[in-house]
């Protein structure tokens, strides 16, 4: 039976125009264009409740997303479900990755491994994902992250490697 009380509704814009920047910014001038409010965030932010990014958030080779867990992010057992813990990370993995591209290259994730420390629950800490490039060559990057609360407390750590598509 639905509780009508646990309901949630939430707008995203046209991506078209970001679509478009993207070829003529750099990574880090793109990102900051989101933050600023020049164009519009990825869907995949408001669909799990990201907070806003803030410009310091993306330097180069780093970026940084929060996320304060909710209820519609919990699994079956009652904590955040393992595919929240991974799209958080690849999301700040990637986009430290992409902090250092020059306008016209974009980026995929080839791999992506994480582990889940300790569970995230409905009402906890506010968390932060922070991504940081290890080592990029021509054709690939590779960065790694972790999941913490304002403590330092880790709730998880990863490492992505992405394909640089030139």
């Excluded at 509780?3 to 125009?17: A, E, F, G, L, N």
């Excluded at 519609?72 to 700040?92: E, K, M, Q, R, Y």
Aim: proline share 7%.
């Amino acid at each position: 039976m639905t509780d009508p009380t646990r309901q949630r509704t939430y707008t995203w814009d046209d991506m078209t125009p970001a679509l478009e920047a993207a070829r003529r910014l750099s990574g880090l001038e793109y990102l900051h264009a989101i933050v600023r409010g020049e164009l519009p965030p990825p869907p995949i932010g408001r669909t799990l409740g990201m907070e806003p990014g803030r410009l310091e958030d993306f330097t180069e080779g780093r970026a940084v997303f929060r996320l304060k867990p909710q209820e519609f992010h919990h699994n079956p057992i009652g904590s955040v479900h393992g595919g929240v813990f991974a799209t958080l990370l690849d999301s700040a993995l990637a986009c430290a990755v992409h902090t250092t591209l020059p306008a016209g290259v974009g980026y995929t994730t080839l791999e992506l491994k994480f582990n889940c420390i300790r569970p995230l629950l409905a009402g906890g800490p506010e968390v932060q994902a922070i991504g940081q490039v290890v080592a990029a060559t021509r054709q690939t990057a590779i960065a790694e992250g972790r999941i913490v609360d304002d403590a330092g407390k880790l709730y998880a750590h990863a490492t992505t490697t992405c394909l640089l598509l030139r």
